[in-house]
């Protein structure tokens, strides 16, 4: 297929936050024109990771299935107001969606306004973060660190990254460490397991050190009124669709052929080879112009996700059959800076995890769970239970967190970080139970043991498998993850969570955003400046409390 239109024409690859923000990117900053904005988006569901919706059939089984309804989250997003600057400046500019017709004036109000107003008004404290094997609520801001702790702290934070290279979080802390409340409540807050990217942990605690002294309350965190998708995604899906973008499903990018730019050294993207499902589709390509630009995201944390029900149990898949690695590792046989994909995905059992959501009918659980920890929903943040064989955690979230969610109906996320390992009621590994043996265990490690037969009944359990859903903390080297603007690339650049933002950290909506924005504006020529990466310890205040904290 050949564009007729002498205006440059924008192929997006994958319609992720990223892909999506570069599309509204391009239209509010660099005066492109929706029509000539093209999202390619494999799946049939924009957002990428960023999602909340009805369970797949998969998902429940049997009579439930005919009876009820399920909803799920694969994962759950931690917002963040003084980290996440490009991400507020994007949402700026979105009109979210009204709660109520009957209320006009909230027509006026942007994504970023309604998500801090919300905030303001259910405020994030959690009181019972950590939970020990006798069910008690533990002093989570007594962090433990001892004189070592701290010097092995300051070591890391340093060591260059280029001194650091591929080394494991495990090789620069001794013991002591891993066994402090604080690394209990750091590594489940943002899911870094011990054999992660030093690397990583670095820029984590340099990009993070405001949230120091707040880590035992999660007060720093910024949550939507719904999960993100309601939130977020569908008013920017809106948005776009106004703006006459041309978002296509269902059209997986499989190749993008390169050739000489017009610099020397220079590099274009020429055509995209494509894969089209549903009626009429088949193979195709899309030539660009001389004008024509590629934004490609690479990788996927999301890639080849499976769901489970009550009864059944998500398989794992490990030969990616997802497109979004495959198209990555043809890519980097293009040329050696296109990074290694292998890098990420490469060790599945690295980087795996299990997530849950509860869809329940009762609300004994949820009364049951306000009275123990004393958070109403949305206030509590994540609750981890330290001795758990699986490492579980869970979120209560405000209620109702999925917009269409049936009145006197209730949800709950959680998700497990030793998968493989044994539970301590249901003896076997999280990876091989069924929805209703997750269940089981939750309810015994909060010990409201008198309230399972009325949970098991009244609960549709939806479990997800991720293979690569901590794959972007890998141990890694630099060149593993490629420039967002490669160096001569005069019309692409790549997008999503495997490519280097120096400073940065992945695992982020901010991210995403950040890599969408510096894409848009270094090819378009944008004038506007990018927002500064914030950088906490420059603040002394912000450096005082950190370290005040350190000696809790």
């Given at each position: 297929m050949h564009t007729t239109s002498k205006e440059p024409q924008l192929w997006i690859v994958g319609g992720g936050i990223a892909g999506m923000a570069v599309a509204a990117f391009a239209i509010r900053d660099a005066g492109v024109r929706g029509e000539n904005v093209h999202i390619l988006e494999e799946s049939g569901l924009g957002g990428g990771a960023l999602d909340g919706a009805r369970a797949p059939a998969s998902g429940v089984t049997g009579a439930a299935r005919a009876a009820r309804d399920a909803w799920v989250t694969r994962g759950g997003r931690m917002l963040e107001e003084e980290a996440y600057q490009c991400t507020w400046d994007l949402f700026a500019s979105i009109p979210a969606i009204p709660v109520s017709p009957?209320?006009?004036?909230?027509?006026?109000?942007?994504?970023?306004?309604?998500?801090?107003?919300?905030?303001?008004?259910?405020?994030?404290?959690?009181?019972?973060?950590?939970?020990?094997?006798?069910?008690?609520?533990?002093?989570?801001?007594?962090?433990?660190?001892?004189?070592?702790?701290?010097?092995?702290?300051?070591?890391?934070?340093?060591?260059?990254?280029?001194?650091?290279?591929?080394?494991?979080?495990?090789?620069?802390?001794?013991?002591?460490?891993?066994?402090?409340?604080?690394?209990?409540?750091?590594?489940t807050t943002f899911a870094f397991q011990n054999w992660h990217s030093a690397v990583e942990l670095r820029r984590y605690f340099l990009r993070f050190i405001q949230e120091f002294e707040r880590i035992h309350t999660l007060s720093g965190v910024r949550r939507t009124v719904y999960n993100q998708y309601d939130s977020m995604v569908v008013p920017l899906q809106r948005w776009l669709v106004e703006q006459r973008v041309d978002v296509r499903f269902g059209a997986r990018v499989v190749d993008v052929e390169l050739a000489h730019g017009h610099a020397l050294g220079g590099r274009r993207v020429t055509r995209l080879s494509l894969e089209t499902a549903g009626?009429?589709?088949?193979?195709?390509?899309?030539?660009?112009?001389?004008?024509?630009?590629?934004?490609?995201?690479?990788?996927?944390?999301?890639?080849?996700t499976t769901y489970g029900g009550n009864d059944t149990v998500p398989p794992l898949v490990r030969d990616r059959r997802d497109g979004a690695w495959?198209?990555?590792?043809?890519?980097?046989?293009?040329?050696?800076?296109?990074?290694?994909?292998?890098?990420?995905?490469?060790?599945?059992?690295?980087?795996?995890?299990?997530?849950?959501?509860?869809?329940?009918?009762?609300?004994?659980?949820?009364?049951?769970?306000?009275?123990?920890?004393?958070?109403?929903?949305?206030?509590?943040?994540?609750?981890?239970?330290?001795?758990?064989?699986?490492?579980?955690?869970?979120?209560?979230?405000?209620?109702?967190?999925?917009?269409?969610?049936?009145?006197?109906?209730?949800?709950?996320?959680?998700?497990?970080?030793?998968?493989?390992?044994?539970?301590?009621?249901?003896?076997?590994?999280?990876?091989?139970?069924?929805?209703?043996?997750?269940?089981?265990?939750?309810?015994?490690?909060l010990g409201f043991d008198d309230l399972l037969e009325e949970v098991l009944a009244t609960t549709d359990v939806t479990t997800v498998m991720i293979p690569y859903a901590s794959a972007l903390f890998a141990r890694r080297l630099p060149g593993d993850r490629p420039k967002v603007v490669p160096d001569g690339a005069e019309n692409f650049a790549f997008l999503g969570q495997f490519t280097e933002l120096p400073g940065d950290v992945v695992f982020t909506v901010e991210y995403s955003v950040h890599g969408a924005m510096e894409a848009v504006y270094r090819l378009l020529g944008v004038e506007r400046a990018i927002p500064p990466i914030y950088q906490g310890l420059r603040d002394p205040s912000v450096a005082w409390k950190a370290l005040r904290a350190s000696f809790r």
């Open positions: 009957s209320h006009p004036q909230e027509a006026a109000r942007s994504v970023r306004d309604e998500i801090l107003e919300f905030n303001a008004e259910v405020k994030t404290d959690a009181h019972a973060r950590l939970i020990d094997a006798g069910h008690a609520i533990l002093d989570a801001s007594a962090y433990g660190f001892d004189a070592r702790d701290r010097r092995e702290m300051l070591r890391l934070l340093t060591t260059s990254e280029a001194r650091l290279g591929a080394r494991r979080i495990d090789e620069l802390f001794g013991p002591h460490f891993f066994a402090t409340r604080f690394w209990q409540m750091w590594r009626p009429g589709g088949g193979p195709s390509t899309i030539e660009l112009g001389p004008d024509d630009f590629a934004f490609v995201t690479i990788g996927s944390i999301t890639a080849d495959s198209l990555w590792e043809k890519l980097a046989r293009k040329a050696p800076d296109f990074g290694k994909p292998i890098t990420f995905c490469g060790n599945v059992d690295e980087h795996k995890w299990e997530s849950f959501t509860l869809t329940m009918r009762s609300d004994a659980l949820l009364k049951r769970l306000v009275a123990y920890s004393g958070n109403t929903p949305g206030t509590g943040a994540l609750m981890t239970f330290v001795e758990s064989g699986w490492l579980m955690s869970i979120v209560v979230p405000h209620q109702p967190h999925f917009r269409d969610l049936p009145e006197g109906t209730f949800t709950l996320w959680g998700y497990g970080l030793f998968i493989d390992a044994d539970g301590d009621h249901v003896k076997k590994p999280m990876s091989t139970c069924t929805g209703r043996e997750i269940l089981t265990e939750l309810v015994h490690q």
